[in-house]
């Protein structure tokens, strides 16, 4: 998995493109999926833009594993009130703020900042929870539906876990009790979006299945007379993940390869020290060539669009010898009909493993330089590069010290025996 390219291939490569210097990177807290690639909080917010109307009210409520990665996205929406139930780095714990804020999200009184503070009330040790959005949560009110006089004449909220747990008191009870919490009301929707959108899940934990809920969700407030008295909620628990994502947007045309010089890595800061990694790696967000569609539908007769050996990565930190990274898995965007490239935003995430501890004790608090090579037959658009944490599932308290803290040891000593 992690020796040279062949010769062969080394010889197909022609002469590289000028570096390109990295940009600033980014911290993107994710929406984790059973199927595709993961949702960014860019990916969320757009969603959001071009389904919801900007008059209506939205509280989208973060319970996952960096779910404060999140918060500072939507601070340019005037409407948008988000509680989440960790600050930047956190992970997030099943029993702490989720069951709480989920119990408290009910109509009867009280607003976005009483499920907020109901859900701080029942916070683990480990969590330190934060709002943010042009909105304050204390502005989305939770009276109950009146659809003649309002306040709130509409309400339509969504549940989401890609991956969820069935264990006690966890994902599939919490989405259970918020829609028991809301039956009954008038002018009220709750659909649930996770796992395969079987049992307590009405669509499946994609973000095809994500956008579909929230499209909807839109259409219904866009019938009405007053959707400024209309509201969306989101409500999000089950895995979290945490991309430190470089933007690239270069095409790197076939047989070459493309150089990001630069590159800054996780840093130790960036984590609570708490996070159990265990699948991280790298991957590259590209957009198909124009024109290229591709299916991705049938699960049973899925085609690969890239053959082995077409993508690689030559990670160099400038101390040890370069990474290589050769084995990858497609990870599809796509709008929810099967086909990725016939819609504005699809595309694909090439996914590259790396063992957890090379993975922090070889890339973290460092710089490093990152070599695309694209062997495939087609020029092809890259987005950007991350270095990702990979699902990151929310433990019972008390948390337990993950891989990240193992591994950030490690690499002390390693320093340690260096400098020695």
């Given at each position: 998995?992690?020796?040279?390219?062949?010769?062969?291939?080394?010889?197909?490569?022609?002469?590289?493109?000028?570096?390109?210097?990295?940009?600033?990177?980014?911290?993107?807290?994710?929406?984790?999926?059973?199927?595709?690639?993961?949702?960014?909080?860019?990916?969320?917010?757009?969603?959001?833009?071009?389904?919801?109307?900007?008059?209506?009210?939205?509280?989208?409520?973060?319970?996952?594993?960096?779910?404060?990665?999140?918060?500072?996205?939507?601070?340019?929406?005037?409407?948008?009130?988000?509680?989440?139930?960790?600050?930047?780095?956190?992970?997030?714990?099943?029993?702490?703020?989720?069951?709480?804020?989920?119990?408290?999200?009910?109509?009867?009184?009280?607003?976005?900042?009483?499920?907020?503070?109901?859900?701080?009330?029942?916070?683990?040790?480990?969590?330190?929870?934060?709002?943010?959005?042009?909105?304050?949560?204390?502005?989305?009110?939770?009276?109950?539906?009146?659809?003649?006089?309002?306040?709130?004449?509409?309400?339509?909220?969504?549940?989401?876990?890609?991956?969820?747990?069935?264990?006690?008191?966890?994902?599939?009870?919490?989405?259970?009790?918020?829609?028991?919490?809301?039956?009954?009301?008038?002018?009220?929707?709750?659909?649930?979006?996770?796992?395969?959108?079987?049992?307590?899940?009405?669509?499946?934990?994609?973000?095809?299945?994500?956008?579909?809920?929230?499209?909807?969700?839109?259409?219904?407030?866009?019938?009405?007379?007053?959707?400024?008295?209309?509201?969306?909620?989101?409500?999000?628990?089950?895995?979290?993940?945490?991309?430190?994502?470089?933007?690239?947007?270069?095409?790197?045309?076939?047989?070459?390869?493309?150089?990001?010089?630069?590159?800054?890595?996780?840093?130790?800061?960036?984590?609570?020290?708490?996070?159990?990694?265990?699948?991280?790696?790298?991957?590259?967000?590209i957009e198909l060539p124009t024109g290229m569609t591709?299916?991705?539908?049938?699960?049973?007769?899925?085609?690969?669009?890239?053959?082995?050996?077409?993508?690689?990565?030559?990670?160099?930190?400038g101390v040890e010898a370069p990474f290589d990274l050769?084995?990858?898995?497609?990870?599809?965007?796509?709008?929810?009909d099967g086909i990725i490239g016939n819609a504005p935003?699809?595309?694909?995430?090439?996914?590259?493993?790396?063992?957890?501890?090379?993975?922090?004790?070889?890339?973290?608090?460092?710089?490093?330089?990152?070599?695309?090579?694209?062997?495939?037959?087609?020029?092809?658009?890259?987005?950007?590069?991350?270095?990702?944490?990979?699902?990151?599932?929310?433990?019972?308290?008390?948390?337990?010290?993950?891989?990240?803290?193992?591994?950030?040891?490690?690499?002390?000593?390693?320093?340690?025996?260096?400098?020695?």
């Amino acid at each position: 998995m992690f020796g040279k390219p062949t010769l062969a291939a080394l010889m197909s490569v022609v002469v590289a493109l000028a570096a390109l210097p990295a940009a600033a990177g980014e911290k993107q807290g994710t929406l984790c999926t059973s199927a595709g690639a993961s949702i960014t909080d860019s990916d969320l917010k757009a969603m959001i833009e071009a389904y919801i109307p900007s008059d209506a009210k939205s509280l989208l409520t973060f319970t996952q594993c960096f779910g404060g990665d999140c918060v500072d996205n939507f601070a340019d929406m005037p409407n948008v009130a988000v509680t989440s139930a960790t600050s930047p780095g956190e992970t997030a714990t099943y029993g702490g703020y989720d069951d709480d804020a989920a119990g408290a999200l009910r109509p009867g009184g009280g607003t976005g900042q009483t499920v907020h503070d109901i859900g701080t009330g029942g916070k683990a040790s480990g969590e330190t929870p934060m709002t943010g959005g042009g909105l304050s949560p204390g502005g989305v009110s939770l009276e109950p539906v009146d659809p003649l006089w309002g306040p709130v004449r509409s309400r339509h909220i969504v549940v989401y876990a890609g991956k969820p747990d069935a264990g006690a008191g966890r994902d599939n009870d919490q989405a259970q009790r918020i829609r028991d919490n809301f039956a009954g009301q008038p002018n009220t929707t709750v659909t649930t979006v996770g796992g395969d959108g079987t049992g307590v899940w009405d669509r499946p934990g994609t973000a095809a299945g994500l956008a579909g809920a929230i499209a909807h969700a839109g259409s219904l407030i866009n019938d009405s007379f007053w959707p400024e008295d209309e509201q969306f909620i989101l409500f999000v628990t089950d895995h979290g993940d945490l991309h430190n994502t470089q933007p690239v947007a270069t095409t790197v045309a076939q047989a070459t390869h493309q150089t990001v010089q630069d590159v800054q890595s996780f840093q130790s800061a960036d984590f609570d020290g708490t996070a159990q990694i265990t699948d991280p790696g790298f991957s590259l967000r590209i957009e198909l060539p124009t024109g290229m569609t591709h299916p991705v539908g049938d699960p049973f007769n899925y085609m690969p669009l890239f053959q082995p050996g077409q993508w690689s990565l030559i990670l160099d930190n400038g101390v040890e010898a370069p990474f290589d990274l050769m084995e990858f898995e497609e990870l599809y965007i796509d709008d929810g009909d099967g086909i990725i490239g016939n819609a504005p935003g699809e595309g694909m995430e090439l996914a590259f493993d790396i063992d957890p501890d090379w993975w922090v004790e070889s890339f973290f608090d460092v710089t490093f330089d990152v070599d695309v090579f694209n062997g495939s037959p087609f020029d092809v658009t890259v987005v950007d590069f991350s270095q990702d944490t990979g699902d990151v599932a929310k433990v019972p308290e008390p948390a337990t010290v993950g891989l990240v803290a193992l591994g950030l040891a490690a690499l002390a000593r390693r320093r340690r025996r260096a400098a020695a």
